[in-house]
């Protein structure tokens, strides 16, 4: 059989309707459209539900009849609400997200100076969870194996849930008090260089890290009792293995399950970060667009967000199938 015949063969066994990777991707793929297709009406209804006009409230009591009608007639309001939806759809496919109420400006413009700034400290806060999260996890799971170090074990969990519980915002705060007003270490807000990044990054990250790290902890115990495990110390495989090539990668599977929960509470919490930190990011524009009752900007912004949240869930779960491929079929 040519190189050319098997590789034919093969996909044409993945692609057969029984294949439980296609079925698991099949399903998958029908939950995040059907999870975006609700965004997006919840989007698109949003403006519908708010009690009396929202272009007057947008403009003000005082603004004359006939421009609050010319905007309703420019934003498209004036129209059948079924016509209203069709067209929505339409713009979003086109990449049109609508036009400011105030500014006159394409929404999709206002996102685009405003996303990169956001972006860059989710992504730097997710990966200074991960890089502190992981290790911390491991080490104490390691210390406290056996039920030794009853102390450490104690004094690691209180600290953990007691920060956990503490909102984002109560961080930033403090953050911004200590390091920034009273040493002075640090800029209190603003975007002004890389030391701007440090606290909004570390107030956004600090609760992740100590609910990543007791689950890991539990995880890396877990599997260090497994049979697998035992028989990979009987066969003499040092410690450093051990973890690496046995705990670790069996751990961090199960850890995913529930990353997914944490990771889109950050999405949500960098609301409140940005707007401490007075972050040019989408955060602190949704509450300044919500505050000047500018809906379509409001819109785009619950839109990103929504997708956001989707995309991060979508991508644990394909992680999950990469990982742990034999609880994707059983699963499909």
């Known amino acids: 059989m040519t190189s050319t015949t098997a590789t034919q063969a093969i996909l044409l066994k993945a692609a057969r309707p029984d294949n439980p990777w296609v079925g698991f991707l099949l399903r998958r793929g029908g939950q995040f459209l059907l999870s975006v297709w609700v965004l997006v009406t919840a989007a698109f209804l949003m403006i519908h539900l708010i009690p009396g006009d929202p272009v007057r409230a947008a403009l003000g009591m005082t603004a004359p009849p006939e421009i609050v009608q010319a905007r309703r007639t420019a934003l498209g309001l004036d129209k059948p609400l079924i016509e209203q939806y ?3 759809i339409g713009r979003l496919f086109r990449g049109d997200m609508g036009t400011s109420m ?8 206002i996102i685009a100076t405003r996303l990169p700034a956001t972006l860059q400290l989710a992504v730097l806060a997710v990966i200074l969870v991960l890089l502190v999260s992981v290790p911390v996890g491991v080490i104490m799971a390691v210390a406290t194996r056996g039920g030794r170090r009853r102390g450490l074990e104690l004094g690691f969990a209180t600290t953990s849930v007691i920060v956990a519980a503490i909102p984002e915002f109560l961080i930033a705060v403090g953050l911004v008090f200590l390091f ?4 002075q270490w640090l800029p209190v807000a603003g975007n002004s260089g890389p030391s701007s990044f440090v606290l909004p990054v570390i107030a956004l990250a600090i609760g992740p890290i100590a609910v990543f790290s007791r689950i ?3 995880e890396v115990l877990s599997v260090l009792s497994q049979d697998f495990v035992r028989t990979a110390r009987a066969k003499r495989l040092t410690p450093a293995r051990i973890y690496r090539r046995h705990a670790l990668p069996n751990a961090l599977t199960a850890t995913l399950t529930l990353s997914g929960l944490l990771l889109s509470g950050m999405v949500a919490g960098t609301v409140l970060v940005e707007m401490i930190f007075a972050w040019p990011g989408l955060g602190q524009m949704i509450v300044n667009s919500i505050l000047a009752k500018d809906y379509p900007v409001v819109q785009a912004i619950v839109l ?16 999950l199938m990469v990982l742990d491929p034999r609880s994707t079929i059983k699963e499909a």
């Open 304 to 319: 990103i967000y929504g997708a956001g949240v989707l995309l991060v869930n979508l991508l644990v779960d394909v992680l």
């Open 102 to 109: 105030l500014s006159n400006q394409p929404v999709s413009e």
């Open 86 to 88: 069709v067209e929505y």
């Open 180 to 183: 920034a007003v009273t040493l």
């Open 216 to 218: 890991i902890r539990v």
